[in-house]
């Protein structure tokens, strides 16, 4: 990944890709800018978007009955977001909020789909870029339950 302009998808979806399949696949996409406190995805709606982190930080929030924001996660540059909207379709399960200015690529599945028989070469590495992604945060939710379920029933000796 040796090209400038795919500096841009930052490692988790850059590495497998060669500077052709790099420059194709950010062709493809826009970059956007957002203001601090500014919604990027909302809790419930369905957006079929791709997103990478370029600069700046997102928080990954629900909003309470109170109406405050809690943040579950927050997301920093070269990472993804919206990664399973983006292939399920599915309304999402949290909001996605700019902490100070952010920047943003954003690839539609609309762009993207026509690359399945143009080029499945660097589909196949988008998606397996993706499936990284999603299995890193499924594997530090686990961990993270299990902790929470150690403290609770106060096992291990470390609580």
Request: glycine content about 8%; some cysteine.
């Amino acid at each position: 990944m040796s090209n400038e302009r795919c500096f841009i998808l930052g490692p988790a979806l850059g590495k497998d890709l060669t500077e052709e399949e790099c420059t194709l696949f950010v062709e493809l996409g826009t970059i956007r800018d957002l203001a601090d406190g500014e919604i990027l995805i909302k809790e419930g709606e369905v957006d079929n978007n791709l997103y990478v982190v370029v600069d700046g930080n997102l928080a990954v929030t629900r909003q309470v009955a109170s109406g405050e924001w809690s943040t579950l996660h927050v997301l920093h540059a070269g990472e993804l977001a919206g990664e399973l909207g983006f292939i399920d379709g599915l309304e999402h399960s949290a909001s996605l909020r700019a902490l100070g200015p952010v920047s943003v690529f954003t690839l539609s599945r609309d762009s993207f789909d026509p690359l399945l028989s143009a080029n499945p070469h660097l589909v196949f590495n988008i998606m397996r870029a993706i499936i990284r992604g999603v299995h890193t945060t499924l594997r530090r939710m686990n961990e993270q339950q299990v902790e929470m379920s150690n403290y609770i029933s106060k096992q291990h000796g470390r609580y």
